[in-house]
């Protein structure tokens, strides 16, 4: 069973607006979030995170929010240019130390 | 950031080879790990290490094996490839210790395809 989901495959979005990409997870134990970017034939990059103390973080063009009670992060992009077309993996992590990632979201951003 | 490499970048083999993929990275991280992963799923974890002579086997069942002799390389050996092999195997170091929150930086991957 799936413990993290990402449940847009694709996500199409027009350059200069914002993109919302969603991920869901299972575990209330899980205190540490991330999200990567990947280009194919290419390793993940790391992007932006957020501890379970904090509800939202800021880097630039990108910002992560997190809803505990709801078990939801989500990560905004704006405003989207066509460079971050790419596949975006939520990641989650706890006491246990290891990620455990989602199926990705493909993201395309049309100029 | 870390600097991590992964050679080759693409390999295409026969069934039957022995092959090794290689993964070094320059930051001194404790903590490195393999993944498998194919397109349009998640990274399967399959192996990661503590550091020196610690290895553990991931969450995903593999018949790769790996070793862990210098804080900086993390080498993945398949004895015998089969076509089941074909993936991308990415690999990752992180500078956190056991337990705590971490950042995983990965190498660019090997794609593998076994014919």
């Known amino acids: 069973d799936q413990q993290v989901k990402q449940n847009s495959p694709s996500l199409s979005v027009q350059e200069g607006r914002i993109s919302i990409l969603n991920c869901d997870y299972t575990n209330s134990m899980f205190d540490y979030f991330l999200w990567y970017k990947k280009y194919p034939a290419e390793g993940p990059t790391f992007l932006i995170s957020?501890?379970?103390?904090?509800d939202k973080n800021e880097d630039g063009r990108f910002t992560v929010f997190l809803n505990k009670s709801a078990k939801h992060l989500s990560l905004h992009i704006v405003p989207s240019q066509p460079g971050d077309s790419a596949v975006y993996f939520c990641?989650?992590?706890?006491?246990?130390?290891?990620?455990?990632f989602g199926k990705g979201t493909k993201l395309s951003v049309k100029p | 950031e870390a600097d991590i490499y992964q050679t080759p970048r693409y390999l295409v083999i026969g069934t039957g080879k022995k092959i090794t993929l290689e993964c070094s990275q320059t930051m001194g991280h404790d903590k490195m790990y393999w993944y498998q992963q194919d397109p349009g799923m998640e990274l399967h974890l399959i192996h990661y290490?503590?550091?020196?002579?610690?290895?553990e086997k991931g969450d995903l069942s593999s018949e790769s094996t790996v070793s862990r002799i210098r804080t900086e390389h993390f080498p993945l050996t398949l004895e015998s490839a089969r076509p089941s092999h074909t993936s991308q195997y990415l690999c990752?170091?992180?500078?956190?210790?056991?337990?705590?929150?971490?950042?995983?930086?990965f190498g660019p991957g090997t794609r593998l395809l076994v014919l």
């Open positions: 957020i501890s379970s103390i904090k």
């Open positions: 290490s503590y550091g020196v002579n610690s290895t």
């Open positions: 990752a170091s992180s500078p956190q210790e056991r337990g705590y929150q971490e950042t995983q930086y």
């Open positions: 990641a989650v992590g706890g006491s246990q130390g290891n990620l455990i």
